[in-house]
């Protein structure tokens, strides 16, 4: 346990610009009608849980592949390590990302909410 101390001593030099990049994610997910966050909002941490019930959720309902099209959707775009069939509430981290993997990450998820016709308001 001693020996993980100056990892994790690392990783608080640098926590603003994890939080910092969790955010915008969240706001993009935010900008998609009927995504929520369960956690506190703004984040101070880059672990979120965030229901899709009235977003994802509603394409899974009557999309041949259910849950699974999420999954699918993320898949073909290269982001791997969500649980398959999760469109309800699940959990995301965005921690150890870069700034253009989490924008590449949000804008996969706006995306697929603009390929199923998901409102997105301005």
Known sequence: ????FPAVKERTLHWDEEVKRSNYFIDKLLSISGSRVLSEYPRKHTLTKV???????????THKRRGFFLSDELSS??????FAGATRT???NT???SEKQVQYLANAFIEIAER???PIPE
């Open 90 to 92: 699940w959990k995301l």
């Open 77 to 82: 775009r290269g982001i791997i390590g969500e």
């Open 116 to 118: 199923y016709e998901l």
């Open 1 to 4: 346990m001693m020996a993980s």
């Open 51 to 61: 229901d899709t019930t009235g977003s994802f959720d509603v394409i899974a309902k």
């Open 95 to 97: 921690y150890g990302l």
